[in-house]
């Protein structure tokens, strides 16, 4: 099963045979060279325990990074949503289910 999460990531591309293109922005992140969206997207769905808690997830977190709340992991060169789900995959962000959130 491809979780793709109604397309919020493109997929990754990899050109390791172009040498002009090895060395931009360090190839968007060596961690994420060989990691298609869908795979990281999968990896969040285990991390989380189901689809509808990650869209909740990420959306919490991408209104958060929107208002400019400080990212989790390096983040160069990726957008938000690939970011926040760097978060949760890495293991960065912290959540409880069951109990309400405290008001800010």
């Known amino acids: 099963m491809e979780a793709n999460l109604l397309g919020l990531l493109p997929p990754v ?3 390791r ?9 360090t190839q968007k992140k060596k961690e994420l060279d060989t990691v298609s969206s869908a795979e ?3 990896k969040a ?3 989380v325990g189901n689809h509808y808690l990650l869209c909740n997830l990420l959306s919490q977190r991408l209104k958060q990074l929107s208002d400019g709340a400080p ?3 390096p983040s160069q060169g ?3 949503t690939e970011t926040a789900v760097k978060e949760i995959v890495g293991g960065q962000l912290k ?3 069951g109990v309400e959130a405290p008001v800010t």
């Open 13 to 15: 591309k990899v050109n």
């Open 17 to 25: 045979n172009n040498k002009k293109a090895a060395g931009s922005m």
């Open 40 to 42: 990281l997207l999968s």
């Open 45 to 47: 769905v285990q991390v």
């Open 71 to 73: 990212k989790r992991v």
């Open 78 to 80: 990726l957008t938000i």
């Open 95 to 97: 959540w409880e289910m």
